[in-house]
C-alpha cells in the first residue's frame, strides 16, 4: 500500500476532525485539495476517494453546528456572484451540449457555493493568511517543480500543470496560475515571526525566480504578454522605482537569453498571427463566440464547442476550439450579460483593493492590508492580461481572491473604531 497514499488520507482524516470545530479550516482544507489536489499525487487507493466531497459535507455539518460563527455579507461582489451563478444556471437550460453542459454546471457551482461560504466562514486575519498559504504553495509547488525542469531541460520542453481533470492542467492555464501567485509570495513573508523573515525571503525569491523560469518554460505566449503587463504595474507601484527598475534589467534579459531559439521563434509569432495556425484557431473561436453571443442573449452554454455548433456559428466550421479566453468563453457560453457580470466581479474587487489601499495608509496598523491589497492587485494583473488567451474562468484562485479583499476590508473597517480613540467613541454616541 503506497505511504504517500496513507499519508494523504491520515491528514485529511486529522483535518475533518478540526473542520468539525472550526468551520473555517474546512474552507482552507477544500482549497487545498480543490487546487492541489493531494490525492492525484499517490498511485494507489486514494486517487479514486471523494476526499473534496468528504471536506465539503463535514463543513456544511460544522457550519450548522456553529451558526454564531458565520455570517454571508451583502455586498457588491457576493450579490453578483449569486447573480452570475444564477444566469449560468439559466443558461443552462438552453446550452447546445445538454449532458456536458449540465456536467460542467455541477463543477463550477461549486466553485461558486465554496467562494460563498469562505465569505461567510473567513473572518479573522489568520484565516485569509492561511487561506493565501495554501493557495500560493500549492501552485508555487508546479512553480519551483517546472522551473527546476526548465533549468536542467533547457527550456527545450514544455512544463505543464499537475494531471488530470484540473484546470490548471493545461501549459497555459498553469502559467497563469504561477502569474498570480507569485505576487503573493511577498505577502506571505510578513505574516511569519520576526525570526523566520530572513530564511523566508531568500526561500520564496528561490521560488519566485523559479516560477520565473516555469513560467517561460510553459512556452504559453499569452504568460508571456501577462508577465510584461504585471511586471510593468509592478514597476509603477513600487515605492522603490529605481532599484525595481534596475533588477529589472538585469534578470529579464538573463532569463529571456536562458531560453533556446525555438523559445524566442514562438513569443514572436504574436507578430505574426495571420499566418501562425494555433492563432488563427483562436481568432475563429472568438468570432464564433461573438456570434453566438449576438444570436442568442443566453449564449450556447457549457460546453458548447462541437463541430454541429461550428458548423452554425463558425467562420470556419473546421477548425473546432476551444474559447482560449476567460472572456470569450463567458461571452460565448453565457451571453453578453454573462460576460457584463464576469467583468463587474473583475472591476468590483479591483475598487475594493483600492479602497483598501487608501483606507490602510492611514493607520500603520493597517499596513499589512495595503500589502496583501497592492499584492492582489498585480495578481489580477496577469489574470487579466494572460487569462485573456486561455479558459480558467472558472478556476477557483480569482474567487477566492476576490473573498480575500471582501474580509480584509471588513477586518479593517472594524478595527476603525478603537476603545481608546475618542473620535470614534463620540461618533458611537451618535450612532447609539
Given at each position: ?92 437550460l438552453f446550452a447546445f451540449e445538454q449532458e456536458l453542459a449540465w456536467r460542467q454546471w455541477t463543477n463550477v457551482m461549486k466553485v461558486w457555493l465554496f467562494t460563498l461560504v469562505a465569505a461567510a466562514v473567513l473572518r479573522e486575519k489568520k484565516h485569509i493568511d492561511w487561506l493565501l ?221 483600492g479602497r483598501i489601499i487608501r483606507e490602510g495608509r492611514r493607520r500603520p496598523e493597517h499596513a499589512w492590508a495595503v500589502t496583501l491589497a ?59
Amino acid at each position: 500500500m503506497p505511504l504517500r497514499d496513507i499519508a494523504t488520507t491520515l491528514v485529511i482524516v486529522y483535518l475533518i476532525f478540526r473542520i468539525l470545530k472550526e468551520p473555517w479550516i474546512g474552507v482552507v482544507t477544500y482549497a487545498w485539495v480543490s487546487v492541489f489536489q493531494p490525492h492525484k499525487h499517490g498511485w494507489g487507493f486514494a486517487i479514486h476517494l471523494p476526499f473534496a466531497m468528504a471536506v465539503a459535507l463535514v463543513t456544511f455539518l460544522s457550519m450548522i453546528n456553529h451558526q454564531k460563527d458565520w455570517k454571508l455579507p451583502y455586498n457588491g461582489i457576493t450579490i453578483h456572484l449569486m447573480l452570475l451563478a444564477a444566469w449560468m444556471s439559466f443558461t443552462t437550460l438552453f446550452a447546445f451540449e445538454q449532458e456536458l453542459a449540465w456536467r460542467q454546471w455541477t463543477n463550477v457551482m461549486k466553485v461558486w457555493l465554496f467562494t460563498l461560504v469562505a465569505a461567510a466562514v473567513l473572518r479573522e486575519k489568520k484565516h485569509i493568511d492561511w487561506l493565501l498559504w495554501v493557495l500560493v504553495l500549492s501552485v508555487g509547488y508546479f512553480g519551483v517543480k517546472g522551473g527546476l525542469f526548465t533549468l536542467r531541460t533547457g527550456g527545450g520542453e514544455k512544463v505543464f500543470g499537475p494531471p488530470g481533470a484540473s484546470f490548471i492542467s493545461d501549459n497555459n492555464a498553469i502559467a497563469v496560475a504561477l502569474l498570480m501567485v507569485v505576487p503573493l509570495m511577498p505577502y506571505l513573508v510578513t505574516t511569519l515571526p520576526e525570526r523566520w523573515k530572513g530564511r523566508a525571503r531568500w526561500g520564496f525569491l528561490a521560488a519566485m525566480i523559479l516560477s520565473g523560469f516555469a513560467i517561460l518554460g510553459t512556452q504559453s505566449r499569452g504568460a508571456f504578454v501577462g508577465i510584461a503587463a504585471a511586471t510593468l504595474f509592478l514597476w509603477l507601484k513600487s515605492q522603490k522605482k529605481i532599484v525595481v527598475g534596475f533588477v529589472l534589467i538585469l534578470l529579464i534579459p538573463f532569463a529571456i537569453g536562458f531560453m533556446p531559439d525555438t523559445w524566442v521563434k514562438r513569443m514572436k509569432t504574436t507578430e505574426t498571427y495571420d499566418t501562425d495556425m494555433s492563432a488563427q484557431g483562436r481568432l475563429n473561436s472568438w468570432q464564433t463566440a461573438i456570434n453566438i453571443a449576438n444570436a442568442r442573449i443566453v449564449g450556447g452554454g457549457f460546453e458548447l464547442y462541437s463541430l454541429r455548433t461550428w458548423a452554425v456559428y463558425a467562420p470556419n466550421p473546421a477548425n473546432v476550439n476551444s474559447a482560449h479566453s476567460i472572456y470569450f468563453q463567458m461571452l460565448g457560453e453565457h451571453g453578453y450579460p454573462g460576460l457584463a457580470l464576469f467583468l463587474s466581479l473583475g472591476l468590483l474587487s479591483w475598487w475594493t483593493a483600492g479602497r483598501i489601499i487608501r483606507e490602510g495608509r492611514r493607520r500603520p496598523e493597517h499596513a499589512w492590508a495595503v500589502t496583501l491589497a497592492r499584492s492582489t492587485q498585480v495578481s489580477m494583473v496577469g489574470y487579466a492580461t494572460a487569462g485573456a488567451f486561455v479558459n480558467i474562468s472558472y478556476w477557483d484562485l480569482p474567487y477566492y481572491l476576490m473573498v480575500i479583499l471582501m474580509v480584509t476590508e471588513r477586518l479593517i473597517s472594524a478595527q476603525k473604531a478603537r476603545p481608546g480613540d475618542k473620535m470614534n467613541q463620540k461618533a458611537k454616541l451618535v450612532v447609539t
